[in-house]
Structure formats: C-alpha cells, structure tokens
C-alpha cells in the first residue's frame, strides 16, 4: 500500500513538471526588456522626471510586444498540454494580461481627476491587494476586476518608467498560481522585487543622460526574466 501512494504521488509530480511551460514566456520577456533599451534614448532637454526622446514609438513597441507576448504564451501552453495531455488554464492569464494593457486607458482619466494620490504608488499597491484577497475568497467578478483595474492603472500612472513590466507581472503571478512550481514561483517572486528595487533606484536625471542609464530601468528585471526562463528548461 505505501508502494502504491508512493507511485502515485510520484506521478502527479510527473505530471506537474509535464505541464510546466513557463520557461516561453519568461524567456521572451526577458529578451524584449533588453531590446528596448536602444528606445530609452533620453531627451535632448534634461529632466527630473522619466522620459525618452520618442515616447509613441516606445509605447507601441510595448504594446506590441505585451500583446503578442500574451498571445504566444497562450498558444505555448495550449501546446504545450496538447503534446503532454494537461494543459494549464490560460484564462485567468489572459484576464491579468488584458488588466494590464487597460491601465494606460484608464490612466487617461486619472490625469482628468481634480485631485492627486498622496502616494499612488501606495494606493495602487494596496487596491491590488485588496483585489487579490477578493479573488482568492471567490468574490464575483464585478468587485475583483474594477478593484483589478484601477490598482494597476494607479501604480502604472505612479510609475510609468516600469508600466510594460507591471502588466508583465500581473500575468506571470497568474501563472505561478496555476503551475504550482516552486522554481517559477522563486522567479515570478525574485522579479517582483527586482521591480521594486528596479523603480526605486534608477536614477531619472543624470549630467549627460545615455539610453543605458535612462534605460537602466529594464536590466534588472529583464535579467531576472532571463535567468528565470533559462532555469525553467530543466524540469521542476
């Protein structure tokens, strides 16, 4: 009998590390972050504030990337189960992605309001909080994915020089929810504080600025992204 529980719980950890796709995205992230770096050239007119010299053609670089990454990753998973017979939902994936590409719009109309967030950083952080808690009590969609939204939108517009990897973040905690795997939750947890450190430290106004310090912002987690998709090649 302890054979046979044995064997059995040795197959459902084979067929965890089975479905296990996380390596793609991690991957294409990571190697899109350091492509982008030549985008981050500065402006000719110093500032305090983020900015590059050509902020439509970085946005739609991002969006692109953020919507055929999100696209690719459904397509590897579904996949990625055909081939082994278990597929990882991507549903709940597809839903973080899309909040994360809605921030942006929805930041339009927080720069309408007649008033500012003390700390939108903060503000953001917890009303993201406050969504993940009502996800996980099982509260209806209509309280989970305003509270979803407006989160993200307020720490995207508190923080626009990291918003492509806000919305990257969104999806990766997702999946790491779904696929259960310690490797990828050490990753999507290890990134997550890169970003942290990523927005606190890098410096918005230099003497003679370069794309590499006004881009210094995707190293640290596209390195992150890197490192993290390449060990989760090997199985676990």
Wanted: aromatic share 8%; charged share 10%.
């Amino acid at each position: 009998m302890a054979d046979l529980l044995g064997d059995l719980a040795a197959l459902r950890r084979r067929a965890r590390a089975d479905r296990h796709a996380y390596a793609f995205p991690l991957l294409f992230f990571g190697v899109a972050s350091f492509l982008a770096l030549p985008l981050h050239v500065p402006p000719e007119e110093p500032t305090w504030a983020f900015a590059v010299r050509h902020p439509v053609l970085l946005g739609a670089y991002w969006l692109v990337v953020l919507v055929a990454g999100g696209l690719a990753t459904v397509w590897w998973y579904r996949r990625r189960g055909a081939r082994v017979g278990i597929e990882t939902s991507t549903r709940g994936y597809l839903g973080a992605s899309a909040i994360g590409l809605s921030g942006p719009v929805v930041g339009v109309a927080l720069d309408a309001l007649p008033f500012r967030f003390h700390s939108g950083t903060a503000v953001g952080l917890i009303v993201l909080a406050v969504a993940t808690a009502l996800w996980h009590r099982g509260a209806p969609r209509v309280a989970t994915l305003p509270a979803a939204v407006l989160g993200t939108a307020v720490l995207q517009h508190d923080q626009p020089a990291i918003a492509p990897f806000i919305a990257i973040g969104l999806g990766l905690v997702v999946l790491a929810a779904l696929e259960r795997s310690t490797r990828f939750t050490t990753a999507t947890a290890a990134y997550l504080v890169a970003l942290c450190v990523s927005a606190a430290f890098t410096p918005l106004a230099v003497p003679h600025p370069t794309a590499w310090t006004t881009g210094s912002v995707v190293v640290l987690p596209g390195l992150v992204l890197l490192v993290g998709g390449l060990a989760g090649l090997r199985r676990g």
